[in-house]
């Protein structure tokens, strides 16, 4: 236990599997009071039963602008601030070759992915830009400094985040709010694991297959990504925006690119799901 965050209050989308879950119980260990947003109500319950008393769960679909308002008038109602925005939420998304990608899978990837950062950021500023405080983080991924490292429209999604990151903090530094993205690697998530191993349920067998293709010999965790999003939301970063830090054990210095266009078409939604 810390207190890096202490008094802080943060919104994780996406906050019920993988990485969100992983920065939710990184946050809370540090103080932050959390709100937990997430399409898995089952999954958002039990993890918010487990964090106690200072975190609460709402059902949150992030292509749903009421929805995202929703979290964020959660997090004032319930402990009176918000300080940190995290736009988490993720799926794979369309898979398969340009030419077999329907523009519903498109736009779906496109709504989640970067639709979704959009209006979390949005309504984030609504409540920080008269507090003159606050930061709002976006999950890019190292597919959006890369191609070839994810599916198409994941990759556009991913790049767009890191543009609007810069966008945001051009427009909201000048009222005390920073806005980062950190950029993960291969992370051994649900999701991670069904790409890698066609089980979303093989967390462990994609930790190893990771680990096997890193730079560094490991495997990137939940836990790995949450450091990097804690250093961000802490006042140790006081003097960071714009900016968007890379966690991926030097695979973009010289890594291996993965190939998702001879995949069969369709979508791999959050935590695996198809």
């Known amino acids: 236990m810390g207190d890096r965050l202490e008094g802080k ?18 946050f809370a260990q540090e103080g932050a009071r959390v709100v937990l947003a997430d399409i898995q109500e089952d999954r958002g319950n039990e993890l918010c039963n487990r964090l106690g008393s200072d975190t609460r769960f709402i059902k949150t679909d992030v292509t749903a602008e009421a929805d995202l308002a929703a979290a964020v008038d959660l997090a004032v109602s319930a402990f009176g601030r918000l300080d940190c925005m995290i736009n988490n939420a993720g799926i794979v998304g369309a898979v398969g070759p340009v030419t077999e ?13 970067l639709t979704g950062s959009f209006l979390g950021s949005k309504h984030a500023a609504r409540v920080m830009v008269p507090q003159k405080s606050g930061n709002i983080l976006n999950i890019s991924s190292t597919a959006g400094l890369a191609g070839g490292l994810g599916p198409l429209a994941y990759t556009a999604a991913k790049h767009a ?49 990771i680990a096997s293709m890193s730079p560094l010999g490991i495997a990137g965790v939940p836990a790995d990504i949450a450091n990097a999003l804690l250093y961000l939301a802490s006042d140790e ?28 078409p369709g979508i791999i939604r959050e935590a695996g799901g198809r």
């Open 9 to 26: 209050v943060v919104v994780v989308t996406g906050a019920a599997s993988g990485i969100g879950a992983g920065t939710a119980e990184r």
């Open 101 to 113: 990608t329907s523009r519903e899978a498109w736009d779906h990837t496109i709504a989640v992915l």
């Open 161 to 209: 985040v890191i543009g609007l990151t810069k966008s945001l903090s051009s427009e909201l530094n000048q009222f005390g709010i920073r806005v980062n993205a950190v950029a993960p690697g291969n992370t051994a998530t649900a999701m991670t694991a069904d790409v890698i191993t066609g089980d979303p349920g093989s967390v462990s067998g994609a930790e190893d297959a």
């Open 237 to 264: 970063a006081r003097y960071v925006s714009g900016h968007c830090l890379l966690v991926d054990s030097g695979q973009l210095a010289g890594g291996t690119p993965a190939s998702f266009a001879s995949s069969e």
